[in-house]
């Protein structure tokens, strides 16, 4: 069964950091990401790795703030959270997608077959 499990969200104050894991199980996959989506807002991309290369990319907004990281031995992808501001309240959900000649836009949720049940981060002012 292939499927992804997130954890580690959480309430924390202004200034403070959150660790967010997301293990994958039943599939390769070639690349990851976290998207994040608050209420009565849209899907937004937060970070993706390739699991090929080891490349990321962060979104401007959490650039210098976030980290992306991935442990290959447990298929394990992390998304490392400092300096947390209240705008960064959201769910966070864990997507991957299957290796694939074709070309997709990563910061984009189609990009993306599998998805993670979400996991909240609430962040107190």
């Known amino acids: 069964q292939v499927q992804l499990v997130e954890s580690g969200g959480g309430l924390v104050q202004a200034g403070g950091s959150l660790r967010l894991s997301c293990a994958a199980s039943?599939?390769?996959?070639?690349?990851s990401a976290w998207f994040r989506q608050a209420p009565g807002k849209e899907r937004e991309f937060v970070a993706t790795?390739?699991?090929?290369?080891?490349?990321?990319n962060l979104a401007d907004s959490v650039k210098g703030r976030f980290a992306i990281s991935r442990d290959a031995t447990q298929n394990t992808m992390h998304l490392q959270m400092n300096s947390l501001q209240p705008e960064d309240t959201a769910v966070y959900f864990c997507?991957?997608?299957?290796?694939?000649?074709?070309?997709?836009?990563?910061?984009?949720?189609?990009?993306?077959?599998?998805w993670g049940q979400g996991t909240q981060v609430t962040v107190s002012s």
């Open positions: 997507a991957a997608r299957r290796p694939s000649v074709y070309y997709c836009n990563f910061n984009r949720p189609g990009c993306y077959d599998t």
């Open positions: 790795l390739s699991w090929d290369t080891g490349a990321t």
């Open positions: 039943g599939r390769t996959f070639s690349r």
